[in-house]
């Protein structure tokens, strides 16, 4: 039981008091939900959503991409619908051209650019299987942390910093829009905060009203398509015919098997980043040792001698120069004649 | 704020304090000079009391409970809101400290929170120092650096090949969607 002190007579009957302490308590209880749900909704929650997001949502919009000093814009149009991901986009810059994939069909109508084939852009192997099927503890890797909201493209916005815990990558971050976890903008920065790569879309429809006519090719010009993975194989293990890595970054596991050629290539993946190391005999050419820099994007080469074969060694990936360097230093190439160079 | 405010916020803490002084608490403009009082002294009374904010809260979240019910009676039945309000009378500076409690309490979270995130802001890149030392130190000597303009047009299409493999894997296979293909159109751009 409550003693008054001062006795005071306000302290019965007063049609105010109720009045004030129901208001009070409904503010209380609005914010206390309000608390509720932005505890819920932590860096692991936004984490899950964002591979199931990046398929699922129905959009368009269009986003710019830099890296290094090179700039580009990109229309894009995504659809989701029974299940099949349907995605036309459209260059903004330079010659036109464009990519359309539906399913596992990809068609690519680039203009001639030069000296790159374009068949061999598009890859015949199991990709998306190998990739989408891993459940990479990003956390074990990365530190995830919520940094706030924003806008971006007239959308509500959370934003998520995945800090790397080593030297061996980059650090990323993430804004994800709130209603369906779609990937809107996105840094690679580097261990000195120095911002890498750079992703953000500019103009955004987030609409499940995307007609089949927006999914239609337009350009003109040499089409090359493609349809990747058709079979989903028993194993999605790497093929490293005839070479080895005696060293990779933690956390960094295979994830496809490219073919090109005569060329091994495999690609690791931490969840988040990921590098392609391509091992194939030398040609007549000789190729530098040491690192480009492209934006968040590492090429490290070499060249291999092994019982008089050369090989070029190549590591591409969103990983720093030291950290290429080392997987590129660690392949051993161990039987040359996997790579069919016998008699060249 | 005046001694006045102090003393009614004193005997809030205490549950004794009278209506009007609480109302005229409430409605002083400087709310976070109050707000800041009241959560000092909540810590005062924390730490001597040796309790912890947590078990405040929860006997926080059922006074809400049943003023909310109060207030239902109240609506529903007014001609017996007197009878209602005199049996709850003893439970008025309750309702009023659960109030404060949350609004300080939520305050003080969102004001944590927002210290927070501008670390993280800052922090989102590694310390620079720290990392290059420790870079420094495991990996070892500098990286080499191939300037990709210096190039011949043979090398060059080597390597614009491995980039568009790497993006393509990207792309289709990492599941990053549209930042792969953007990756991938930017290396087979002729931007270099």
Known sequence: ?344 | MDDRLKETLSAMMDDEADELSVRRLLSHARQDEVRSQWQRWQQVRDLMHQGNLAEDRVDVSAGVREALDGGVHKRSSPTVSGKVRRERNWHWPAVAMVTLALVVGFGAGAGWESADSNGEMANAGIPAEQSEALESETVGEPVQEVALQGLDDEQWEQVSRYLLEHAQHNSVGAGRGSVGYARLVSASGSGY
């Open chain 1, 1 to 344: 039981m409550h003693k008054s002190v001062t006795g005071s007579p306000t302290r019965c009957l007063d049609p105010y008091r109720r009045l004030l302490a129901m208001v009070v308590v409904v503010a209380a209880c609005l914010a206390g939900q309000a608390f509720a749900d932005t505890v819920t909704r932590d860096a692991e929650y936004w984490l899950d959503r964002l591979g199931p997001a990046l398929n699922m949502t129905s959009y368009r919009g269009v986003f710019v991409y830099a890296r290094g000093d090179q700039v580009s814009s990109m229309q894009i149009a995504h659809r989701y619908q029974d299940g099949v991901v349907e995605e036309r986009l459209v260059p903004q810059d330079g010659a036109s051209g464009e990519i359309v994939r539906k399913g596992m069909r990809v068609v690519c109508v680039l203009p001639d650019h030069g000296r790159i084939q374009l068949d061999q852009v598009i890859p015949s192997g199991p990709f998306a299987e190998a990739f989408s099927s891993q459940l990479m503890p990003v956390s074990r890797w990365y530190e995830p942390e919520l940094a706030g909201d924003d806008r971006i493209a007239g959308y509500d916005v959370v934003k998520l910093a995945l800090k790397a815990k080593d030297e061996l990558r980059y650090s990323h971050q993430l804004w994800l829009e709130k209603s369906t976890g779609l990937l809107v903008k996105s840094h690679v920065r580097s261990s000195s905060g120095e911002v890498l790569e750079h992703f953000q879309f500019t103009s955004l429809e987030i609409t499940e009203s995307l007609s089949d006519n927006e999914f239609v090719i337009r350009t003109e010009g040499e089409e090359v398509a493609r349809e990747l993975a058709p079979k989903k194989t028993a194993s999605p293990a790497p093929r490293m015919d005839g070479w080895t890595l005696d060293w990779r970054p933690d956390g960094f596991i295979p994830a496809a098997a490219p073919r090109s050629g005569k060329g091994q290539a495999v690609a690791f993946s931490d969840g988040l980043a990921a590098f392609s190391v391509f091992v194939e005999p030398a040609r007549k050419i000789v190729m530098p040792t040491g690192a480009s820099r492209i934006g968040a994007t590492t090429v490290y080469m070499k060249q291999l001698e092994v019982d008089d074969v050369d090989f070029f060694v190549t590591v591409v990936g969103e990983i720093p120069p030291r950290t290429a360097r080392k997987v590129a230093e660690s392949v051993k190439v161990d039987d040359t004649l996997a790579f069919g160079v016998v008699g060249q």
